[in-house]
């Protein structure tokens, strides 16, 4: 549905702008294409320690078990030296802080862990980036059709379709991560854990004010939520992943989907 939405507002601007619309149109997607090589080729930079099994070996020796259980190769994992409790995770690699080290027992740590491998189990982590570059591609467009196509029609159309794209998208994310969450307590020897987990880093909110936000799968439910409130949530709150959870748990099966 989201590339079927950017397919419409690339028409919209090729039929309002004919032979203007088609050249922006190609330099839009090269620019986007090309800056997708730039990053898909070129590694994370930071204070990231990778994890050797000798130093922490019940978290490597988990996250493998876990990996081969959800049919997946080893994945790269990196500890992130930073006391902010966090975690992500992009192509077959999860970061996780320091800080999560502080605040979470070892059976919460491997939830968070699980919690990542399932954004990368359900090809979240090469599906997030199109969809955030096509987000790009949507203010573009809607950008170039109000200012240079001077038609009523084609800027309510193109609102219409970029307003159209973000409830799309904000849906479509919330999503992924309950299927995140849903593929974890398959993976872990102790599914409580997952909820243990979001419920102490709950609290811990504050302090992520100052990390960026990015389109990256995280354990994160949202970054700014205290202090600002977003039009359009593209994250489920702590609570309701948590009641999704607890219904899991207990066997209903109006959220249970076995995996692939």
Known sequence: MLFIIIALEVLLAVIALEELGLKISLAAFGLIFAFYLWVSTHDIKGNYITLERSEIPWLYDGIARMAKKAGLPMPRVFILDDYIPNAYSFKNTIVLSLGLFEVLDQDEILAVAAHELGHIKNGDTKMFPLIAYGRYLMIVFTAVLIFLAHSLAVTIAALGLYGLYEVTRASF????????????????????????????????????????????????????????????????????????????????????????
């Not at 609290?203 to 359009?232: C, F, H, M, N």
Request: net charge positive.
């Open 173 to 260: 994310l919330k999503n992924r991560e309950f299927q995140a969450d849903e593929t974890a307590l398959r993976l872990l020897d102790v599914p409580m854990s997952l909820k243990r987990a979001l419920e102490e880093l709950k609290y811990y909110e504050d302090l992520r004010i100052g990390v960026r936000l990015s389109s990256l799968p995280s354990i994160e439910p949202a970054i700014e939520r205290k202090q600002k409130t977003a039009i359009i949530e593209t994250h489920p709150s702590y609570d309701e992943r948590i009641f999704r959870i607890l219904v899991e748990i207990n066997g209903s099966n109006l959220f249970n989907r076995r995996m692939q």
